[in-house]
């Protein structure tokens, strides 16, 4: 029971990595209805962010970890990866916005190649993993022994700080979409971008927008991976960025609660496999887990079905 | 006119290859990497071989002769093995050939040395396949299986008899070390408490760390690789896991301590050699080595000097330096005291020694103490 109760604790703290991602995937969708497949990579960009901005942000407080500190990184490592996104939207995906989705598509995954490859470059992060530097002393939290068994179960800070900065991002963002003109814009363009353009919406301003917002949530999702597993390189975010983009579906592509709530799925299903059937599995089951939803539930758990107009 | 100028030109050569060729010097050709993606092993190793090169040529020589050391840089490149090793054969004429440090590098040069009949002496492959090419190929370092055996007699030492094991799926190594462990920890009283698996390039191990948790092992038995044992010890440390962790030569690596930190103090991993081995032959090699090059010997350096020193002592033995005489000899090498242990070749041709236990304490490897098996 109570190792079972663990691994519960893992998989959500794994499961909330997943939910931040698939969050960009979904927000892409949302605007421009295609799959930004570099968005893994931008998520490998900004754990390297941390990785610069980490000694210098400890050097501000006397190179003791602390929440401050962090919270620069995060920050600096959001706004790095939302630049990130934004060029690679206004470079790679505008130009062909017009033409057929198919051609978008296949242009996200040269995109994706190319970041990969250049990073591994010796000269820009190099091919070998690197250590990524301590901003939170990261322990296990001490459950008092009057809890009885449950004195057993271990909470790390780290897990912690997880779930809670994905819950607050995700209030965050929920705010931005539902209750700002920015959000209305983004709806509408999601809803109808010919009719939008039409209402006086700036679309290319708004799919900017929403590339930077999914691109920074990835961007905290690589800062606070690395902060649970120290050991960053270039192509750390290849199957992280598949299985969110799994999780992404499995809730319902374009639906924001949804891709938290496949998020969250993906990880403790990946987390009971592992602990309980056998870790060679656990990728196979994941990505059969897709191959259901699409042939049962195409539109996802919290998807809405849409009907082709004839 | 023409033809004697040819003649004198032949003539003068044949002259120049006869001296060369001489009975003088016995020629050891030598193989490894200077240069390119492994070139810090094959650096230690070549500074090894030179320096028991040297000082066997300082005591004399064998047989009355000295040894020449014949050495080509492979460059870390697939496919230069096998040309440089057929030059050492047909141009250099050597007696025996000694290299190289990686598996695959060994085993592009040894169908030649098996052809032509030239003993070939591999310092540190530790693949199995290496030695199964054929009768003229050795190695003196222990191969991957036997680290397996060596931990289970050690964990046992230490009083440990429930322990929990933790494999990298992905790699032979670790399935190799893995598997003799728990044939040798079980066979000896102990009992392997949970198996649990990941693959390489994982970053997250909770999920199985909490499994192997549940079933309160006494320590945990690691044997992957650096990069994802140093992941393994910190989330092991985050889930309270506080037992030690132990492991093979694969541990070693420049990120281990980085990004391990303290979670790994207390744990123990087995390894070819330690500079800190107090035994005086050790240490006499560890000054000797520091006074030529000026730092200190490692793994590598070890076994390149002992490979040079058991090649020594089978030509002194051979009374020769024809192949299958050769061959005969080395093959026949019992209780060689070289610096990384006492060696012996078994009729696999593979090494029989002990192997060095080395922890760590407060960020740095120490030695803890030589296992025979």
New interface residues.
Partial sequence: MIEFLQQLINGVSLGAIYALIALGYTMVFGVLRFINFAHGDVYMIGAFAGLYAGPKALRLFGGQPGYIAALLVLLFAMTVCAAVGIVIEFLCYRPLRSRPKLSVLITAIGVSLFIENVCQDSHVFGPNPQAFPTIINDTAIEIPSSWGTFADLTVTTSQILVIVVTAGLLLLLTQIVLHTKLGMAMRAVSFNSVASSLMGVNNDLIISFTFGLGSSLAGAAGILTSIQQPSIDPLMGILLGLKAFVAAVLGGIGNLPGAVLGGLLIGVIETMVVGYVSPTYRDAIVFGVLILILIFKPSGLLGRGQREKV | MFNSHIFRLALFLAAGCCAALGEEDIRVGEFASLTGGSASFGQSSHKGTALAIDEINGAGGVLGRKLKLIFEDDQSLPGQPATIVRKLISQDKVAAVLGEVASSKSLEAAPICQENHIPMISPASTNPKVTEVGDYVFRICFIDPFQGTVMAKFALSKGWKKIAVLTD?KQDYSMGLADAFVKGFTANGGQVVKE????T?D??F???L??L??SKPEAIFVPGYY?EV??IA??AR???IKVALLGGDGWVGD?LL??G?KALDGCFYSCHFSAEDKAPAVQNFVARYKAKYGSEPDDMAALGYDSAGILAEAIKRAGATDGPKLRDAIAATKGYAGVTGTISLDAHRNAEKSAVIETITNGAMHFVETVTP
Avoid: C, F, I
Wanted: glycine share 12%; proline share 0%.
């Fill in positions: 799926v649990q698996k990941y693959s390039g970053k997250d909770k999920a199985q909490t499994s948790k549940a990069a140093a992941l910190r989330q985050q889930l309270g990120s980085e990004v930190g």
